[in-house]
């Protein structure tokens, strides 16, 4: 299976758009999304799976954008929730890519061994708005995706020691970011 991390600087940064919109630009690769969250929502259970396509919730975005399987893990410890990601790749061997969208959870935890991985950060607003659970997962990403306009020149340069694509204001994607992931997950 093929596994693919997206973490995010914040809510609203883009991490479910950018991955929905991958999803949307690989469809030879049949995906199951999973989305982390440390806060509870109200869907009753540890591990929910989205059945509607026309959800407006995350879940329901990444089946509309191709997605073959949807799950919500909700207020899971880090530990708990990469269990739980483990069991809920055992209950959907139709799909052979994994979209993980947490800022907890990396690549190398949920991916087993010689799967391809890639990990990439969706970054937007200013530094100091950024979750700190983003600053401890951004040194193990493989890429950056800046969003809503932002530029390099906002922030700090060890960020920059990765590759950096650029969103323009409004959209999710860039040839390169694809160029880049499928190489990273299939060549």
């Known amino acids: 299976m093929a596994v693919l991390v997206i973490a995010g600087s914040g809510r609203g940064a883009g991490k479910t758009a950018v991955g929905c919109a991958l999803i949307a630009a690989m469809p030879e690769l049949q995906w199951m999304a999973v989305k982390v969250t440390p806060h509870l929502h109200d869907v009753g259970e540890e591990v929910w799976e989205e059945l509607d396509e026309g959800s407006d919730k995350d879940t329901g975005r990444y ?8 799950f919500l893990i909700s207020g899971a ?16 061997p139709e799909c052979d890519a994994l979209l993980v969208e947490s800022n907890r959870i990396a690549a190398g935890v949920v991916a087993s061994r010689g799967e391809r991985v890639c990990s990439i950060a969706v970054l937007a607003g200013t530094e100091s708005e950024w979750k ?46 694809v160029r880049f992931v499928r190489a990273r997950l299939l060549d």
Do not use: Y
């Open 77 to 92: 410890s880090e530990s708990r929730a990469a269990a739980l990601i483990g069991e809920v790749r055992n209950c959907a």
């Open 132 to 177: 700190p659970s983003l600053r401890e997962c951004v040194g193990g990403v493989d890429a950056l995706v800046l969003a809503n306009g932002l530029s390099p020149e906002e922030f700090e340069s060890p960020f920059l020691r990765k590759p950096v694509f650029g969103l323009v204001a409004g959209q999710w994607l860039v040839p390169e970011l």
């Open 63 to 70: 089946l509309a954008s191709g997605a073959r399987r949807s």
